[in-house]
């Protein structure tokens, strides 16, 4: 459980310097880019996403479940997109529906999402895998 608790706080702090970027790249595309929120969403989670992974793996988490760096980042990238998504939709639904300014929209989604990513990058990529015991017969 501590092990849990210290990489849980580690992964708030990486997540946190991730988001700053996702956050300034939001508004800076958006309010000097002229690009519409959710393009500039999309861009600036992946910017995010690039930095989270790179501290990820080099502080954060102890073990690494796949040695193909290839197919982990992959699936690091796939959980990311899965919170994109939901990112996304969030963002949209508090910015559209509940009149939510939309930097205020993102921060309510992010809060959301974090336990999220945690949970399934942990289980997917970061964390020993217990083998299933055979069968007896």
């Known amino acids: ?21 996702d956050f300034v790249a ?3 595309l958006t309010e000097y880019g002229g690009i519409h929120y959710l393009a500039s969403a999309a861009i600036s989670f992946s910017m995010g996403l690039i930095i989270s992974y790179l501290l990820c793996i080099a ?5 690494r479940a796949l040695k193909n760096r290839a197919h982990e980042f992959f699936l690091f990238f796939l959980v990311g997109m899965a919170g994109l998504v939901l990112n996304t939709l ?3 639904v508090f910015t559209e529906s509940f009149g939510l300014h939309y930097l205020l929209s993102k921060l309510v989604a992010a809060a959301l999402i ?5 949970s399934l990058r942990r289980s997917l990529l970061f964390s020993v895998r217990k083998r299933p015991c055979p069968e007896t017969p």
Do not use: C, E, K, S
């Not at 502080?59 to 073990?63: E, G, I, K, L």
């Open 1 to 21: 459980m501590r092990q849990i608790l210290r990489q849980f706080t580690q992964y708030v702090l990486v997540g946190g310097l991730a988001f700053a970027v």
């Open 26 to 28: 939001l508004f800076v």
């Open 59 to 63: 502080w954060v988490f102890d073990y």
């Open 90 to 92: 969030l963002l949209f």
């Open 114 to 118: 974090l336990l999220f990513n945690f």
